[in-house]
């Protein structure tokens, strides 16, 4: 009997599921049972191309073999320690995540705060915040920074949100990517100002080439500290390590996570200058962050990464996907945004959720964070001929959801696309589209 077979079918392990596991994402799509490289198969041994990676968190693809032996070897030797303890794959993980998050200013100090994930990453900086003495943050509308309280405070989405108040924090929203709003909401209250270099799950919504340099003066202005989730753009996902370097700024905080390791749950919590003193002894802790294994997943994915000379490799990938959408001329492809391997297929009509059942069934993973925006985030090592099979196989799709229109409607709630331009508020957002 094969692993698979002895696993289950589909449908036994997707009842055993809605037996078993709390309902906060709804039924399973699918279930997967095996992963190697860029490729998934599930329980009835049906293989897909994985265009979404996790979420863009298998940044070098499933089973990458020599994540899997840093992972094997550290866990051979030491494990776990506490953070009374220090180990030297944690230290040699904060000095390249220091180095970074610094890129634009060598030399400035740099510290790091380990997490699991990138809600507990968002949750540090929060607390950085606070002990400026300020209490008051600025966040994007259509912004989604994680799940916990604080976390969520910062978050846009009333449909996350609401059910969930009063939540931590006095958070004052202004539109994405105008500067306008932003120089009228800072004053010398406002502790930090959180953004996005690009809103993943507000549809792959870039904000005006200028937009983070000028969020940088202004909030040096007034002496409030600029806070940037890297948690899906960074660690190659745009063609760089950070999506903002190419801004020229230095942010105060940047917060880490997903791609960082490959699968294994990592984040980190990045301050530079002043901030990075504002944490001291007894003012936040983990129990599993920074743990050994996990610096070791990090630093296998950041060696491989440079070795593989992957950050150019993603910029070139990228344009392949977007030019090859673009060129098949299909009158529901409106627009392709974002950078790298983070990608917005931005659709004229309101399909996206059918287009991702289709594409699904096809053998395609990908997501419709809105209504009318596919997203695509494939791992990084994707290649050529992988990209050219999906955007062959997308008018397809395309052609089918427009004429099933009503086809995955469960999957996203049928309100007009607030993400279409920067500034979206996003409010439309199906629950469970983004997780951190």
């Known amino acids: 009997m094969s692993a698979i077979a002895a696993v289950g079918s589909q449908a036994e392990l997707t009842t055993r599921y809605t037996r078993s596991v709390m309902n906060t994402f709804g039924p399973p799509k699918r279930v997967f ?10 329980a009835d041994g049906n293989r897909y191309l994985d ?5 863009a968190v298998n940044a070098l693809g499933h089973a990458h073999p020599q994540v899997l032996g840093a992972i094997s070897a550290q866990l051979s030797t030491l494990g776990h320690v506490s953070n009374f303890f220090a180990t030297p794959t944690q230290i040699a993980l904060a000095e390249r995540l220091a180095g970074f998050a610094t890129a634009n200013a060598p030399g400035l100090p740099a510290r790091v705060f380990f997490t699991n994930s990138g809600t507990e990453a968002n949750e540090a900086g929060f607390k950085i915040t606070r002990r400026t003495g300020r209490t ?8 989604f920074h994680g799940r916990s309280l604080g976390a969520l405070a910062l978050t846009a989405n009333p449909a996350y949100r609401e059910p969930f108040e009063p939540l931590p924090g006095e958070v ?3 539109p994405y990517g105008d500067t306008g709003a932003l120089a009228a909401a800072l004053d010398q209250t406002v502790a930090a100002v959180i953004l996005e270099p690009i809103q993943g799950e507000n549809g792959v919504v870039e904000p005006p080439s200028d937009f983070l340099a000028r969020a940088r003066e202004l909030t040096a202005a007034v002496g409030a500290l600029l806070w940037i989730d890297e948690v899906q753009t960074g660690l190659g996902r745009c063609g760089d390590w950070l999506a903002s370097t190419a801004s020229g700024v230095t942010p105060d905080i940047v917060t ?3 791609g960082l390791g490959n699968g294994f749950p990592v984040g980190a919590c990045v301050a530079t200058g002043a901030a990075a003193s504002l944490l001291g002894p007894g003012s936040h802790g983990t129990t599993f962050g920074g743990n050994p294994v996990a610096a070791a997943a990090g630093l296998a994915v950041i060696g491989i990464i440079e070795r593989d ?4 490799r993603v910029v070139a990938a990228g344009e392949r996907l977007s030019s090859g959408i673009l060129g098949l001329g299909h009158p529901q492809v409106a627009a392709v945004r974002g950078r790298g391997l983070l990608r917005g297929v931005v659709l004229a009509d309101p399909i996206a959720p059918a287009v991702a059942e289709l594409a699904l069934d096809a053998g395609f993973v990908i997501n419709a964070p809105r209504p009318t925006v596919l997203r695509l985030a494939p791992p990084l090592i994707i290649g050529e001929a992988d990209i050219d099979r999906f955007v062959a196989a997308l008018p397809a799709l395309l052609d089918a959801a427009t004429a099933a229109p009503g086809l995955g409607a469960a999957a996203a709630t049928p309100a007009p696309d607030a993400a279409s331009a920067p500034g979206g508020a996003g409010s439309s957002a199906p629950p469970g589209n983004e997780n951190r």
Request: proline residues 0%.
């Open 33 to 42: 049972v095996r992963g190697e490289g860029v490729h998934l198969w599930d």
């Open 51 to 55: 265009l979404l990676a996790g979420l």
């Open 309 to 312: 000379g992957l950050l150019d």
């Open 172 to 174: 004052l929203f202004v």
């Open 136 to 143: 008051k943050l600025i966040a994007m509308e259509g912004a």
């Open 256 to 258: 880490f996570a997903k």
